[in-house]
């Protein structure tokens, strides 16, 4: 079975400040897909990032990064310098790679607030 | 607007009432999917479509679930006799074949609240 955790439920900052979003995933597949979704208050999932389990090559797009570990299966989020506008639910999830992304199981997310 | 579309946005039935629920996906995707999100939980896969095709079910669609999608278009969730723990948000999304796995466009959700 899948699983995603984020122990983080909620997380506070100021404006301008990193933060970073952990998830956790546990999975018997050797070959999976990770994601990073993001829920802004009006509801819609908004894609943010696929990783592939064969690539382990962090990225960085703008003021965001992700940290891929698979040694401890981690796949981390961090936004630099955040905005009020990054305000929102983040939703790190998992998939098998056979099914090439069509079911995907969630973690229970991670709400982000950003104060002015 | 081009994106996906649900509706209702926001449904109150009673216990033991049947309701529906309509998605029209983006018009050239021919993938499209049903998930369920409750309050404070991330969202829980349903099923999916290919096409008219229905390719994957989960264990939580009960006999009281049926999701269709005769013409490939739109689909329609149908829970019958609804249930207090049916309460949720229904939400919809859609993809193409082809294109990179897992970024699914998503509707902004029919939210259900059962009394």
């Known amino acids: 079975a899948q699983k995603v955790t984020q122990a983080q439920t909620e997380i506070s900052v100021v404006e301008k400040e990193d933060v970073t979003l952990d998830c956790v995933y546990e999975t018997r597949d050797t070959t999976y897909y990770l994601f990073w979704y993001k829920q802004p208050p009006s509801g819609e999932l908004v894609f943010l990032i696929r990783r592939n389990s064969f690539d382990e090559q962090n990225e960085i797009s703008g003021r965001y990064s992700w940290n891929f570990q698979k040694s401890t299966s981690s796949f981390n989020f961090t936004i630099t310098a955040s905005q009020v506008v990054d305000s929102a639910v983040y939703f790190c999830a998992l998939s098998e790679f056979n099914n090439a992304g069509n079911m995907l199981t969630f973690g229970g997310g991670t709400r982000l607030m950003v104060k002015p | 607007d081009t994106g996906v579309s649900q509706n209702p946005r926001h449904k109150i039935t009673k216990r033991g009432q049947n309701v529906t629920f309509r998605c029209d996906p983006i018009?050239?995707?021919?993938?499209l999917y049903w998930y369920r999100q409750t309050l404070g939980q991330g969202p829980e896969f349903l099923t999916y479509f290919q096409n008219e095709a229905q390719l994957e079910k989960s264990r939580l669609l009960s006999d009281r679930f049926s999701a269709e999608r005769p013409k490939g278009s739109f689909s329609t969730l149908e829970i019958q006799r609804t249930e207090q723990g049916d309460s949720a948000m229904y939400l919809c999304?859609?993809?193409?074949?082809?294109?990179?796995?897992?970024?699914?466009?998503f509707g902004e959700g029919s939210r259900l609240t059962v009394l």
């Open positions: 999304a859609s993809s193409l074949t082809g294109t990179l796995p897992g970024e699914l466009f």
């Open positions: 018009s050239e995707h021919n993938r």
